[in-house]
C-alpha cells in the first residue's frame, strides 16, 4: 500500500521567508510525528500529533516553527521568516497509533535557506 | 531530554563479516528500537526490544538489551553490501516521543 508521502521534495528558499512543508500519513495510521535531521546528524524531534489531543510541541525550535493537522490526516509544518541554520532534511512519520511504536517515515523534504 | 550515544560512529568492514555497534542511555526506558537510514530507502524500523526483554532476533540481525548498564547492542552477521547504511538506536521513555541517537555509520565493502 501507499505510504507516507511528502512534498516538496525539495525547496530552496531565501532568508526570511515562510515555507510550508507537506506530509500525507498512511491512511489509518493516527499518529503523526516531524522530525529534522541537518547533514550528518541524527534526528531531532519536533512535533507529534495524536487524534484529537492537543500536539506535543515540545521539540519546536523556536515560535517561528508551527504545525497543523487537519482532519487528522494531512500535516503542514510550516517555518516563518526562514533563517540558514533552518536548512536540514525534514522527516515525517506515522504509526497505526503510540501504542504500536513502529513509525513509518516519509522521504523527507531537504530545505535549504539560502 | 536524554538521546542514545552510538558507539562506534563509524564501522567499516569487509562483506561477510559481522558488524557490531552499542547504543548507550542514562534514564529508564520503556522500549528501544533500531532504525536503518540509507540514500536508497530513507528511514527504515528494524527491530524493537522492550524493556522486560534481553535478546531479540530478525533475520540476520541480533540485537540485545541489558536495563542494568543502560546499553544494547545491534549485531548484524554475514554482512553484505546492501547493509551500508546508518543505524540509529531509538528510545521510548515515557509518552510517546522516540529519541534517536547520533547514529552509527556502516560500510560494508565488497
Known amino acids: 500500500g501507499a505510504g507516507v508521502s511528502q512534498s516538496p521534495s525539495n525547496k530552496v528558499t531565501e532568508k526570511g521567508k515562510d515555507v510550508e512543508l507537506r506530509c500525507d500519513p498512511i491512511?489509518?495510521?493516527?499518529?503523526l510525528y516531524w522530525y529534522r535531521q541537518s547533514l550528518g546528524q541524527g534526528l531531532e524531534f519536533l512535533i507529534y500529533?495524536?487524534?484529537?489531543?492537543?500536539?506535543?510541541k515540545s521539540g519546536l525550535p523556536s515560535d517561528r516553527f508551527s504545525a497543523e493537522r487537519t482532519g487528522g490526516s494531512v500535516s503542514t509544518l510550516t517555518i516563518q521568516r526562514t533563517q540558514q541554520e533552518d536548512s536540514a532534511v525534514y522527516l515525517c512519520?506515522?504509526?497505526?497509533?503510540?501504542?504500536?511504536?513502529?513509525?513509518?517515515f516519509g522521504p523527507g523534504t531537504r530545505l535549504t535557506v539560502l | 531530554s536524554q538521546q542514545g550515544e552510538e558507539d562506534p560512529q563509524a564501522l567499516s568492514i569487509q562483506e561477510g563479516e559481522n558488524a557490531t555497534m552499542n547504543c548507550s542511555y542514562k534514564?529508564?526506558?520503556?522500549?528501544l528500537q533500531w532504525y536503518r537510514q540509507n540514500s536508497g530507502r530513507g528511514l527504515v524500523h528494524l527491530i524493537l526490544?522492550?524493556?522486560?526483554?534481553r535478546e531479540k532476533h530478525s533475520g540476520r540481525l541480533r540485537v540485545t538489551l541489558d536495563t542494568s548498564k543502560k546499553s544494547s547492542s545491534l549485531l548484524i552477521t554475514a554482512s553484505r553490501a546492501a547493509d551500508t547504511a546508518s543505524y540509529f538506536c531509538?528510545?521510548?521513555?515515557?509518552?510517546?516521543?522516540?529519541?534517536f541517537g547520533g547514529g552509527t555509520r556502516v560500510l560494508v565493502k565488497p
Open positions: 512519520a506515522s504509526s497505526l497509533d503510540p501504542s504500536t511504536d513502529t513509525q513509518y
Open positions: 491512511s489509518g495510521h493516527t499518529a
Open positions: 500529533f495524536q487524534g484529537n489531543s492537543a500536539p506535543d
Open positions: 534514564t529508564s526506558i520503556n522500549n
Open positions: 526490544i522492550r524493556s522486560n526483554e
Open positions: 531509538v528510545l521510548k521513555a515515557a509518552g510517546n516521543k522516540l529519541t
